[in-house]
């Protein structure tokens, strides 16, 4: 069964760095995945596709800040000179044959 | 401009019936794979359902939730995806959204669906 893992919350300092991780469940080790920022009272905002090599492409408009890599079945997102602005929730999401499937979130808070 | 704009949303009884549309521009429609996602009041995002582009088989595929009540489709003359909601549950209530695969990336800013008597 496809599954995403995330840590439910993450917290950082404003300027510091924060690094979140999606994780694939087993067996699907290989699949690429995208990454969506959801703001409050805001809709979602994709923020790149990664794939298992750690290659990524960001959406227009993407800060330099935001920057993906992979490790096994693990996915991250590593956001870089934290601001205020960054604190929301981080979804990941991933696609099978039939089927697509998102992480339950992480809420970023920035100290 | 790249944009997809949902429509559509409103009270609906438990058992009563919806259909959502969303508009596209700024991109090929016609050769996207649209998806609609949804978040119920204060939970995380769920996939709805998908429909692949013509060119790809125009079928679809669903969520086991909504599978056999949501059908998806497209007007590609027309540049919109729909979302039919039959027999609708309390736990249908959600903002609704539709979205392009990740590459393209594009959300559109939802539409709320409440399911209350």
């Known amino acids: 069964q496809l599954v995403l893992t995330q840590s439910p919350s993450a917290s950082a300092s404003l300027g510091a760095s924060v690094k979140l991780t999606c994780t694939l469940s087993s067996g699907h080790s290989s699949y690429a995945i995208a990454w969506h920022q959801q703001q409050p009272e805001k809709g979602p905002r994709y923020l790149m596709k990664l794939n298992s090599d750690g290659s990524h492409s960001k959406g227009d408009g993407i800060p330099d800040r935001f920057s993906g890599s992979s490790s096994g079945a693990e996915r991250y997102l590593t956001i870089s000179s934290l601001q205020s602005e960054d604190e929301a929730d981080y979804y990941c999401?991933?696609?099978?044959?039939?089927?697509?499937?998102f992480g339950g979130g992480t809420k970023l808070t920035v100290l | 401009e790249v944009q997809l704009v949902e429509s559509g949303g409103g009270l609906v009884k438990p058992g009563g019936s919806l259909r959502l549309s969303c508009a596209a521009s700024?991109?090929?429609?016609?050769?996207?794979?649209m998806s609609w996602v949804r978040q119920a009041p204060g939970k995380g995002l769920e996939w709805v359902g998908r429909i692949k582009s013509k060119s790809d088989g125009g079928t679809t595929d669903y969520a086991a939730p909504v599978k056999g009540r949501f059908t998806i489709s497209r007007d590609d003359s027309k540049n919109t995806l729909y979302l039919q909601m039959n027999s609708l549950k309390s736990e249908d209530t959600a903002v609704y959204y539709c979205t392009t695969p990740p590459g393209l990336g594009i959300w559109g800013q939802g539409t709320m669906v409440t399911v209350s008597s």
């Open positions: 999401q991933t696609w099978g044959t039939d089927i697509q499937v």
């Open positions: 700024g991109f090929t429609f016609s050769n996207a794979w």
